[in-house]
């Protein structure tokens, strides 16, 4: 019954690897976002989509590449893994933008 | 840029104290959310105050606004040693898209 569900919840990595976090909501919200949690715990805007359609789209390194396959999932690749990569992803859905956010659980991504 | 900023840092009181936490914003905003996150865990939405608000409660949470100083303050009252968390606030703009969330305020409620 999870609203919003990130997987996997850890991923450890070496440096120049590819990885993916998915993430999936059954709220029936309109909108998704990723988020990136570092180590002083500010949590920084990455991504965000409106009904599969990407709205904002901060200063992230090209690297990181959003996929929106339907209005209910948004998953975060990630090319060319490095050491400043590693923290706390945390997927998240609102309705209208507007509204509270729903967080996922988080994916604590280390790269090593 | 970080929009909202939490005062204090780090909050320590006894179970059944009131805690205080406060936040500041530097532009004209739509709402203002407050957050609870528990220790490797995710954000959870605790209450959202709009612009035009000035006070809103919910359960032991009193959310204030002052939209002239920029300014709003999260009150917990009687406290619990389970509401030991990091508490943000969060701002959306006017006219923006996106929700800024501050550094956070460590609140640590000894039993």
């Known amino acids: 019954d999870t609203a919003v569900s990130q997987t996997p919840k850890y991923l450890v990595t070496q440096m120049g690897n590819d990885k993916s976090i998915k993430c999936e909501q059954n709220?029936?919200?309109?909108?998704m976002y990723w988020y990136k949690q570092d180590s002083k715990k500010f949590l920084k805007i990455m991504f965000s989509?409106?009904?599969?359609?990407?709205?904002i789209n901060e200063t992230v390194p090209n690297r990181f590449s959003p996929k929106s396959p339907d209005k209910a999932h948004l998953n975060l690749h990630i090319n060319s893994l490095e050491l400043g990569d590693s923290a706390v992803y945390f997927c998240a859905s609102s309705q209208g933008g507007e509204e509270g956010y729903t967080f996922g659980s988080g994916t604590r991504l280390t790269v090593v | 840029s970080q929009q909202g900023e939490e005062d204090p840092q780090a909050l320590s009181i006894q179970e059944g104290e009131n805690a205080t936490m406060n936040c500041s914003y530097k532009t004209s905003i739509n709402n203002l959310q407050w957050y609870r996150q528990n220790s490797g865990r995710g954000l959870v939405h605790l209450i959202l105050?709009?612009?035009?608000?000035r006070e809103k409660h919910s359960g032991r949470l009193r959310v204030t606004l002052d939209t002239s100083k920029k300014s709003s303050s999260l009150l917990i009252t009687a406290s619990r040693a389970a509401d030991t968390a990091s508490y943000f606030c969060a701002t959306l703009n006017t006219g923006g898209f996106k929700t800024i969330f501050g550094a956070g305020t460590r609140l640590f409620v000894k039993a």
């Open positions: 105050i709009r612009s035009n608000e």
């Open positions: 709220l029936g919200h309109d909108t």
């Open positions: 989509y409106n009904n599969k359609e990407l709205i």
